[in-house]
């Protein structure tokens, strides 16, 4: 005697034989059963064929342990709610063609939705500097970056000048689409900068401040919005060990061999309208010794509420995580951040984006 079996979410991937034909058919048991299908894939892959083929969701590989969880979490969510859905215009509207067409009307407005913010995030990484274009400026190094939805409002920009290198990682307003818009033209303000300023951390803030108040129309008038971005930026000279550095809110830390933590620090101001706004950036300076571990980062891992008692992860607890991971390889302390702020969430959602960069000096 058979076993029926209702899964809450089927996950496929892609690189399985005959993959199309299994989508297709998920698609029928998915109309039937609500059942959300996710797609596990590659960037470069074409996800618009698997939109039509009846695909909820999409996990690009790499993929990290909070983004698989993450977008199992949104699967759920989403096939409950259809559940619910279903079970209630079964139940109040048996017979109501108009209820009909506006639940149809929805589905297609999500998934035009998806459709965008997928696209979104193709752009989005685009523009953001590849593992390559990375290995090309650090011969070691970590990333970790974890948006809190899809596309995120926190950017990372690497580039070199001078033989030397200016790396930067910047939070802008909000997270989401909304924080992604100033992303892109966060990126395409630096380059221009890059390209047009001479070498210092802090002119390089000045400027960039000096576009995105002319982009957002921000004059300090009363009640006008006080969007813009927080950044920390260093430029960062191999050959004579020389650091330059300035942030907008965001500091930047420098653990030492020795296992002394410096904090390079940041300027009360963000990349935006503010009381001090005609202030300039300052812009510090320090040597580094082979083996320093420097770390650039925003503000989303302190501020994650978790633990035992549903707080911040804080500032205090992530200067002690940078002074016991510095001394592993790179790739090791990646996912030992990584793992910290799994566990320390648990199964609360992300407050922000999370984005830390780590250089082997």
Same mark, same amino acid.
């Given at each position: ?13 892609? =690189?399985?034989?005959? #993959? ?16 959300? $299908? $996710? ?34 979490? $949104? =699967? ?5 709610? !259809? ?5 209630q215009n079964q139940l109040l509207h048996k017979t109501s063609e108009e209820l009909k067409k506006q639940y149809r009307l929805l589905e297609e407005q999500r998934k035009d939705m998806i459709d965008d913010i ?13 593992? &390559? ?21 926190? #950017?990372?920009? $690497? ?23 100033? %992303? ?69 830390? !420098? ?8 904090? !390079?620090? =940041? ?17 510090? %300076?320090? =040597? ?5 571990? !420097?770390?650039? #980062? ?6 994650q509420f978790g633990g035992p008692h549903d707080q911040k992860f804080r500032t205090k607890r992530f200067q002690e995580l940078c002074r016991t991971v510095y001394h592993l390889p790179t790739v090791e302390q ?8 799994? &566990? ?18």
């Amino acid at each position: 005697m058979g076993v029926e079996v209702n899964p809450d979410v089927v996950i496929i991937d892609s =690189a399985l034989p005959d #993959f199309m034909r299994g989508v297709r058919i998920l698609n029928r048991l998915s109309e039937v059963k609500n059942i959300p $299908v $996710v797609i596990l894939c590659d960037r470069d892959e074409p996800v618009d064929e698997y939109f039509a083929a009846g695909v909820d969701d999409f996990l690009f590989r790499p993929y990290s342990f909070i983004d698989l969880r993450y977008r199992l979490k $949104v =699967a759920l969510q989403l096939g409950d709610t !259809l559940k619910t859905i279903k079970n209630q215009n079964q139940l109040l509207h048996k017979t109501s063609e108009e209820l009909k067409k506006q639940y149809r009307l929805l589905e297609e407005q999500r998934k035009d939705m998806i459709d965008d913010i997928t696209y979104s995030r193709r752009i989005q990484n685009a523009i953001m500097p590849s593992a &390559e274009i990375l290995s090309c400026h650090f011969n070691d190094y970590f990333l970790f970056y974890c948006p809190k939805r899809i596309v995120s409002g926190d #950017f990372y920009r $690497v580039a070199g000048k001078e033989g030397k290198t200016i790396v930067a990682v910047a939070d802008c307003t909000g997270h989401g689409l909304s924080g992604a818009l100033l %992303t892109i033209a966060g990126t395409a303000f630096l380059n221009e900068i890059i390209n047009y300023t001479p070498l210092n951390a802090a002119e390089f803030l000045n400027q960039l401040r000096i576009r995105i108040m002319r982009l957002l129309h921000q004059r300090g008038l009363e009640g006008e919005a006080a969007d813009g971005m927080d950044i920390s930026l260093a430029i960062i000279d191999f050959n004579d060990r020389q650091l330059q550095y300035a942030g907008a809110n965001n500091p930047a830390y !420098l653990v030492r061999t020795s296992g002394e933590l410096v904090i !390079l620090p =940041a300027d009360r101001m963000p990349i935006g309208i503010h009381d001090n706004c005609e202030v300039p950036f300052t812009n510090h %300076t320090l =040597a580094f010794d082979k083996g320093d571990m !420097l770390y650039l #980062f925003s503000d989303g891992y302190v501020d994650q509420f978790g633990g035992p008692h549903d707080q911040k992860f804080r500032t205090k607890r992530f200067q002690e995580l940078c002074r016991t991971v510095y001394h592993l390889p790179t790739v090791e302390q990646r996912l030992i951040f990584e793992r910290t702020i799994d &566990e320390w969430m648990g199964y609360r959602d992300h407050v922000d984006d999370i984005s830390i960069i780590g250089i082997r000096c």
